[in-house]
């Protein structure tokens, strides 16, 4: 009598330490299963990448970012405050030489690179491209081989998107291919990159090359006073950046002291507008993909003048080009297109017999 009995609680104590011992065991099973599976070592990385980054001097920081780009190996420039923000965007810590590889993929060198031209439909191939699950590709131009090469291979990988087995890495830099050092570069990286090239009439091609910068810069001269040289009205100027970025054959020639014929495909420009299914479908075969962009992905904006790409799933708006893409060109004398016809045709007949098609611009 007058003792503390605690037989009327003693069951439900009993009961709360089993489920207690039971969570902690839930808690212990967990954390032994992801630090099996490796989810221990990437936090154990993630927060070195953190402590190092609060380690290094903000000047060292700041060198790293002060790279400097080489035109014909002699002249060199600082990256602009865009392109800095767009290397940022790639997530880079240059000062980082942890592995590039974790559960959810590995980054690797491309496989396959779209190497031009410029305003041929580069963008619009790699976003048609970007629907297949088996291709990862970077959204931005990397200009590794052409302004930023001094920067190494190591820097270039951590670029790229991590990839699953199966799955092709790849990338696009218009650039390329009018760029004398870049088939020597690529090759040094890899011989057996498979390259693609998107053509497009040259004439036209020049014009729309003409009609982007005049875009950007209103005061530029007429297309014709650019065209011939020293405006004299009869003979082009090869000189000029938009007249020498259609005569593919030169390029391709040094293209081909490196990589077979067999390893390129050349991409028609106009029949990626007038049937991008079909040219789809020979571009997913040239790199051993399944054909699965086709028909049901594209419809014509008329807007546009161009396909896009269908709503997909979760969207609310189909995927279209931007706003740079599509614009109208300036009228140009019909004369002054005959003559830049004229000078590109013996160069077109050459490219045709060199891979063998006829892309029909003459």
């Known amino acids: 009598m007058g003792c503390w009995t605690p037989s009327s609680d003693f069951g439900h104590l009993k009961a709360h330490s089993r489920v207690s011992v039971l969570f902690t065991m839930i808690l212990i099973i ?94 619009a191939l790699l976003e048609f491209l970007r629907v297949h699950p088996d291709v990862r590709a970077v959204g931005a131009e990397p200009h590794f081989f052409d302004r930023f090469y001094q920067r190494g291979l190591h820097w270039y990988r951590n670029l790229m998107p991590r990839s699953l087995e199966g799955q092709i890495t790849m990338e696009k830099t218009p650039s390329y291919f009018i760029t004398p050092e870049a088939p020597s570069r690529v090759s040094s990286m890899s011989p057996s990159t498979r390259l693609i090239v998107v053509v497009r009439d040259p004439v036209t091609r020049a014009v729309s090359d003409y009609t982007q910068t005049l875009s950007k810069n209103p005061s530029l001269p007429s297309f014709q006073s650019l065209v011939f040289r020293n405006g004299s009205g009869a003979v082009v100027d090869p000189s000029w950046s938009a007249v020498r970025i259609g005569i593919y054959v030169k390029h391709l020639e040094r293209w081909l002291r490196f990589f077979p014929l067999e390893q390129m495909l050349f991409v028609s420009g106009e029949r990626l507008v007038s049937d991008p299914a079909g040219e789809m479908a020979r571009v997913q075969d040239f790199l051993g993909l399944k054909r699965v962009v086709g028909e049901k992905h594209f419809y014509f904006n008329q807007t546009k003048g161009f396909p896009c790409l269908k709503k997909p799933e979760g969207s609310s708006h189909p995927r279209c080009l931007g706003k740079s893409k599509g614009r109208a060109h300036p009228q140009i004398q019909e004369d002054v297109l005959q003559r830049l016809r004229d000078f590109y045709r013996p160069f077109n007949r050459k490219f045709y017999q060199m891979t063998g098609q006829d892309f029909g611009w003459d």
Do not use: M
């Open 30 to 123: 967990t954390f032994l299963f992801y630090c099996l599976s490796g989810y221990c070592e990437s936090v154990q990385l993630y927060t070195l990448q953190s402590f190092r980054s609060k380690l290094l001097p903000v000047e060292e920081a700041q060198a790293t970012l002060q790279p400097h780009a080489h035109r014909n190996g002699s002249v060199s420039r600082e990256l602009s405050d865009q392109e800095e923000k767009r290397q940022e965007g790639f997530g880079y810590d240059s000062h980082s030489n942890l592995s590039v590889s974790n559960n959810f993929g590995t980054k690797e060198f491309p496989q396959a690179i779209i190497i031009g031209v410029k305003k041929g439909g580069t963008r």
